[in-house]
């Protein structure tokens, strides 16, 4: 199941909507952005909680 949510994308901005689909199709960008951007790290916890 691909949960795509648009509204947590618009609100963040067009860079941080690419992660979390990137996320979703590989689940390994959330380890890098773990250190890098925290905020995208939780989004990819709910997301694989969707899954």
């Known amino acids: ?6 509204k947590t994308g618009q ?3 067009p860079g941080i ?4 689909t990137g996320a979703i199709m590989k689940n390994t960008i959330c380890k ?3 250190e890098k951007k925290k905020i995208s790290f939780s989004l ?3 997301y694989k909680n969707y899954i």
């Open 1 to 6: 199941m691909k949960c795509t949510k648009k």
């Open 44 to 46: 990819c916890i709910k």
């Open 32 to 34: 890098m952005d773990k």
């Open 11 to 13: 609100r963040g901005g």
């Open 17 to 20: 909507l690419r992660e979390i």
